[in-house]
């Protein structure tokens, strides 16, 4: 029989699932990963059962592979019922496949205009877990620059000024549940415990900016502001690093700067996508 046109029994109601393309008794590891979460992308929850045939692995086979998917975070397991679906990783990937504009690009303008006013470090994060990811930067004249912060690199959530961003408007149990889990992780930032990052985010949220200054960085500091969708929802943050001294004198000022540019990036990420576009608005890898 063709794999490519088998499908599961139907249940009064409910859509067939379209069986994964190839030979199943071919399939090498990666192939039978992918096709485990391309059954679950097309409908979930779905029980053990309905994994198994539609991608015509054998229980034993698809249990293992979902029980290290779930131990990764791209499985979760539906709390009081034997089913499963996607987990929060394989969320933020479709959050970026689903858009259709990048944002690191689109921010470009946005952060050459703040280093070259500022003359300090410009940088666009997006969240990843209980993470930050740096995706884009644009450095300043000043002579004194936060090198340490490279596209690609990633800090904990509340581990710098755009890091923390991310994390001040979310609601407050998940806030909760975040620095529970990068307490262990905060070795190296010894000044940032979760009682001072508690005090930011009270801060953060009446301001509408976050600033730390000698926290994640001795000598350091910076100020960030949240990106937010037409939804409200913050999907990105903007940034200014720079010197301690620099970003105490200078705070209302550097925060006046990145909110306005937020709102430039904002209105463009909300523009129609362009006919010839295809590309994804938050890469996190």
């Given at each position: 029989m063709?794999?490519?046109t088998?499908?599961?029994?139907?249940?009064?109601g409910?859509k067939?699932?379209?069986?994964?393309?190839?030979?199943?008794d071919?399939?090498?590891?990666?192939?039978?990963?992918?096709?485990v979460l391309?059954?679950?992308?097309?409908?979930?929850p779905l029980?053990l059962?309905?994994?198994?045939?539609?991608t015509?692995l054998n229980?034993?086979?698809?249990?293992?592979?979902?029980?290290s998917?779930?131990?990764e975070?791209?499985?979760s397991?539906?709390?009081?019922?034997?089913?499963y679906?996607?987990?929060?990783?394989?969320?933020?990937?479709a959050?970026g496949a689903?858009?259709s504009?990048?944002i690191?690009e689109?921010?470009?303008?946005?952060?050459?205009?703040?280093?070259?006013?500022?003359?300090?470090?410009?940088l666009?994060s997006v969240?990843?877990?209980?993470?930050?990811?740096?995706?884009?930067?644009?450095?300043g004249?000043?002579?004194l620059?936060?090198?340490?912060?490279?596209?690609g690199?990633?800090?904990?959530?509340?581990?710098?000024?755009?890091?923390?961003?991310?994390?001040?408007?979310?609601p407050?149990?998940?806030?909760e549940?975040?620095i529970?889990v990068?307490?262990?992780?905060?070795?190296k930032?010894?000044?940032i415990?979760?009682?001072y990052?508690r005090?930011?985010?009270v801060?953060?949220?009446?301001?509408?900016?976050t600033?730390?200054?000698?926290?994640a960085?001795?000598?350091?500091?910076g100020?960030?502001?949240?990106?937010?969708?037409?939804?409200g929802?913050?999907v990105?943050?903007?940034?200014?690093g720079?010197?301690?001294d620099?970003?105490r004198r200078?705070?209302?000022e550097?925060?006046?700067?990145?909110?306005?540019e937020?709102?430039v990036?904002a209105?463009?990420?909300?523009?129609?996508?362009?006919a010839?576009?295809?590309?994804?608005?938050i890469?996190v890898?």
């Amino acid at each position: 029989m063709n794999a490519s046109t088998m499908q599961t029994p139907a249940r009064a109601g409910k859509k067939k699932l379209q069986l994964v393309p190839g030979q199943p008794d071919k399939f090498n590891a990666i192939q039978k990963v992918c096709a485990v979460l391309r059954v679950l992308a097309q409908r979930s929850p779905l029980r053990l059962t309905d994994i198994a045939d539609a991608t015509s692995l054998n229980k034993a086979t698809t249990l293992r592979i979902l029980a290290s998917l779930i131990e990764e975070g791209f499985v979760s397991r539906v709390a009081g019922a034997k089913t499963y679906e996607l987990g929060q990783e394989a969320r933020v990937m479709a959050v970026g496949a689903r858009r259709s504009v990048d944002i690191a690009e689109l921010a470009q303008p946005s952060l050459l205009r703040l280093s070259e006013k500022s003359a300090d470090t410009a940088l666009l994060s997006v969240r990843s877990g209980v993470e930050a990811l740096y995706l884009a930067r644009s450095v300043g004249s000043h002579p004194l620059q936060p090198n340490y912060l490279q596209i690609g690199s990633r800090r904990p959530l509340g581990v710098g000024a755009g890091s923390l961003a991310l994390m001040v408007w979310l609601p407050d149990a998940e806030i909760e549940a975040i620095i529970e889990v990068i307490v262990p992780r905060l070795a190296k930032s010894p000044r940032i415990t979760p009682k001072y990052l508690r005090e930011r985010i009270v801060a953060a949220r009446k301001h509408g900016h976050t600033v730390l200054i000698d926290a994640a960085y001795p000598g350091m500091g910076g100020v960030g502001v949240p990106i937010r969708d037409d939804a409200g929802e913050v999907v990105a943050a903007l940034s200014i690093g720079a010197s301690s001294d620099r970003i105490r004198r200078r705070e209302v000022e550097l925060a006046e700067m990145l909110k306005k540019e937020a709102q430039v990036l904002a209105r463009a990420m909300a523009q129609p996508a362009k006919a010839n576009s295809a590309k994804a608005i938050i890469k996190v890898s």
